[in-house]
C-alpha cells in the first residue's frame, strides 16, 4: 500500500514504532511500483525485483535495528585521518560542529513539536558515543577493500577513546548545533555517523507530523520502496549517459536509512555502468559479511562484486593544522596576505601517513583552490619529506628535493565551485609547470609528465553529471562522486485504498532531504596557543554556501575569522623561498620535534 489515511487521527501509537523493521514481500512490490512512477525502464525494474527476491536482497531488508546501529557510518577517509592524527596530532583536542544547512524540519522544531522523537535521537546519540570505532571485521574489510593496514597506536586510541558523545548548543536564535568534543579521532569518529542519522531523523520527523496532522501513514517500507523505486530511475538516467567517466558512491553520510543505504550501494554495484565502488565503509562491511555468509568466501570475488572501498582527503585535517599552526600562514607571506602553507603541510602529513605519493590526490579548496596552486607551484617539498617517502615506501613513486609541492599531485579533487572554472585553473597550471621544466631541461626526477586526473565530488543531480560527462576530454573529470544523486524520494499518495479516500482525494505527498555537515571547528594543544579564533573552511564558492566557522563564536569574532579566511582564499603573490623554509621548519617541528604529540 501506498501512504494510508486514517481518517480518525489516531496515530499517537505507529508513531512511537514508526522505526519498525522491513516488510520484505511489500518491500520488492512497492519498490517495483515506485520504479515505474519514477520513470525506470522495465530492465531495470526486473532488476530491482531480482535484487531484493534475492538471497542477499532478503538477507539486506531483514537486517535488525540492532544490527545497522551497531558500527559506524564512517566513510573511508576517516581511517586515514586517524591515522595521521595518532601519529602526529595525539596531544591536540578538537570540535566538530554540526551544520544543518538546509532542512524541511529543523532540530528544533523537532524538539518542540514531537519530544518523543527528541527524545529517541538524543538516546540514539549517546548509543553511537558507546560503540568502538574498530573491530576485527572492519579492519579485515579496511585491509581487503581499501589496503589500508591499521596501526598498533591507532588502534589503542580508538579503542581508549572511542567517539565523542555529541552535546547540543542552543544558539539562541530558535537553533541547535550539536557539538562533538575531545581527541582529533574522536571528535572526527561523530561526524558522518551524526549526519547521518540527523537526516534519517529528519525523515521520521515529516513522516509523523504528517501522520498527525493528516492520519497520511507512510511507514519505513514504503519510504525504504520509494527511495528504491527513485533509485532504478537514477541509475537508469546515469547509464543511458554512456560516458567513460567512473562513478564512484559517496553517500553514508547522507543516506535517509541504512539498509537503504546497504540496497543503494549493492544495486550500484550490480546495474550502474562504470561503477567503482562506495566510500562507505558500513555498507561494504556489511555487504562483505553477507557475501561470506552466502558463501563467496574468496575476498577478490567479493571485492570485484561489491567494488573497492573509495577515499581520498578530508577537509577536517587541513582546517585542524591550519588551526593549530596558522602563523605559518602568516610567517609565509606578509601582514593580511597569508599564504596557504598549512593547507601544503597537511597534504604532506597526510602523504607520509598513508603510503607516499604514487597516487598523490589534491583537495585544494579548503581555504581556495587558486590561493592553493600559487602556493604549491612555488613550494618545494621539504627535504625531510623526500626522506621519509623514500624510507617508508621505498617501493613507491619516489620525488626528489626541489621537486615542488605542486609536482607531488597525480590527482586534483574538486568539491566546490564551478567545476568547469576550477578545472582549467588546474589543467592551465600544470601545462604552465611542464613548460617551465621542458625550459629547465626536465626538471627533478619523480615529476609526472601526464596530464592529472580531476575528480569532480559536487554534483547535484543527473542533469550536472551529464554536463560533467560531456565537457572536452581537457578537463572532463576521471571519477564523479556523489550521495544525494542517488537518493531521495518520488512523492508518495496519500492514500491509494479506494475504501478509505476522503472525498475522493487523490493528494501526493512529498518528503524531503536535508543538507548537513559536521565540520572541525576548533583544534586546540594546551602549549601551541592559536592566533586564530576557530577551525574554519572557506571553499571554492562564491556565495560562500560551504564555509564554516564555529558557530559558538561571537558575530565579531567569526567575521575576524572570515577575514582571514578570505586573505587565504584571494592569496595569490607567493614568495617561494619564504614560504619553502615556513613548510620545511612546520613539517620537522611536527614529524622531527613532534611538538603536537605532547
Known amino acids: 500500500m501506498g501512504g494510508q489515511r486514517n481518517t480518525s487521527h489516531q496515530c499517537n501509537v505507529w508513531e512511537t514504532s514508526d522505526y519498525s523493521g522491513l516488510d520484505v514481500e511489500r518491500l520488492r512490490t512497492r519498490a517495483e511500483y515506485y520504479a515505474r512512477k519514477a520513470g525506470a525502464s522495465d530492465k531495470s525494474t526486473e532488476a530491482l525485483r531480482r ?10 531488508a531483514s537486517l535488525t535495528h540492532d544490527h545497522l546501529f551497531k558500527e559506524l557510518v564512517n566513510d573511508a577517509y576517516k581511517p586515514k585521518m586517524h591515522k595521521i592524527y595518532s601519529s602526529f596530532l595525539r596531544g591536540v583536542k578538537v570540535d566538530f560542529a554540526l551544520n544543518v544547512r ?15 522523537l527528541f527524545h529517541q535521537l538524543n538516546q540514539a546519540m549517546a548509543d553511537v558515543a558507546k560503540l568502538h570505532p574498530l573491530n576485527d571485521n572492519i579492519e579485515e574489510v579496511l585491509k581487503i577493500f581499501y589496503s589500508f593496514d591499521t596501526p598498533e597506536v591507532m588502534r589503542q586510541r580508538s579503542d581508549e577513546f572511542g567517539v565523542a558523545e555529541v552535546q547540543w548548543i542552543d544558539m539562541g536564535d530558535g537553533s541547535h548545533t550539536g557539538i562533538a568534543s575531545g581527541t582529533a579521532e574522536a571528535a572526527s569518529n561523530a561526524e558522518t555517523t551524526m549526519t547521518q542519522m540527523v537526516q534519517e531523523f529528519t525523515v521520521r520527523a515529516q513522516v509523523r507530523a504528517l501522520c498527525s496532522r493528516t492520519g497520511i501513514k507512510i511507514d519505513r517500507t514504503e519510504r525504504v520502496a520509494n527511495s528504491l523505486g527513485h533509485l532504478a530511475a537514477v541509475v537508469d538516467q546515469l547509464n543511458d549517459l554512456d560516458h567513460p567517466v567512473k562513478i564512484a558512491l559517496f553517500a553514508g553520510r547522507r543516506s535517509s536509512d541504512r539498509a537503504y543505504l546497504l540496497l543503494q550501494t549493492w544495486f550500484c554495484a550490480l546495474n550502474l555502468k562504470n561503477y567503482i565502488g562506495s566510500s562507505n565503509i558500513f555498507a561494504c562491511s556489511h555487504l562483505n559479511r553477507i557475501m561470506e555468509e552466502e558463501g563467496v568466501h574468496d575476498s577478490e570475488e567479493r571485492v570485484q562484486q561489491i567494488g573497492r572501498v573509495i577515499g581520498t582527503h578530508a577537509h577536517e585535517v587541513m582546517s585542524i593544522v591550519q588551526h593549530l599552526m596558522s602563523h605559518c600562514d602568516e610567517e609565509a607571506g606578509s601582514p593580511g596576505k597569508p599564504v596557504q602553507v598549512c593547507a601544503m603541510l597537511a597534504h604532506l602529513l597526510f602523504l607520509r601517513a598513508n603510503g607516499g605519493t604514487q597516487f598523490a590526490t589534491a583537495l585544494s579548496d579548503t581555504f581556495g583552490t587558486e590561493g592553493f596552486i600559487a602556493a604549491a607551484l612555488v613550494s618545494q617539498v621539504p627535504n625531510e619529506f623526500v626522506e621519509d617517502v623514500q624510507q617508508l615506501y621505498p617501493d613507491d613513486r619516489q620525488i626528489e628535493s626541489g621537486t615542488m609541492v605542486f609536482d607531488v599531485f597525480t590527482t586534483w579533487r574538486l568539491d566546490s565551485g564551478d567545476y568547469s572554472k576550477y578545472a582549467e585553473v588546474v589543467v592551465s597550471a600544470w601545462e604552465g609547470r611542464c613548460k617551465q621544466l621542458t625550459n629547465q631541461g626536465g626538471g627533478p626526477q619523480g615529476i609526472s609528465q601526464q596530464r592529472p586526473a580531476l575528480m569532480h ?11 560533467v ?6 578537463i572532463r573529470p576521471t571519477i564523479v562522486a556523489f550521495g544525494g544523486v542517488a537518493d531521495g524520494f518520488v512523492p508518495f499518495e496519500g492514500q491509494t485504498d479506494s475504501s478509505s479516500r476522503v472525498d475522493g482525494d487523490k493528494s501526493e505527498v512529498e518528503l524531503e532531504l536535508a543538507s548537513i555537515v559536521m565540520k572541525a571547528v576548533q583544534a586546540r594543544h594546551p602549549q601551541l596557543p592559536s592566533q586564530q579564533e576557530c577551525a574554519a573552511k572557506h571553499g571554492d564558492d562564491d556565495d560562500l554556501v560551504k564555509a564554516q566557522v564555529d558557530p559558538r563564536l561571537p558575530e565579531e569574532a567569526q567575521q575576524r575569522v572570515k577575514k582571514r579566511l578570505a586573505d587565504l582564499f584571494e592569496s595569490r603573490e607567493v614568495d617561494g623561498k619564504r614560504s619553502s623554509v615556513v613548510l620545511a621548519k612546520a613539517y620537522h617541528d611536527i614529524t622531527r620535534k613532534q611538538i603536537l604529540n605532547m
Do not use: C
Request: hydrophobic residues 30%.
Open 102 to 116: 538546509k532542512s524541511p524540519f529543523a532540530l528544533k522544531k523537532i524538539e518542540q513539536e514531537d519530544p518523543d
Open 51 to 60: 535484487m531484493l527476491d534475492s538471497s542477499i536482497g532478503r538477507k539486506i
Open 457 to 467: 565530488s559536487n554534483l547535484k543531480d543527473v542533469d550536472h553529471v551529464k554536463q
Open 469 to 474: 560527462a560531456n565537457l572536452p576530454e581537457r
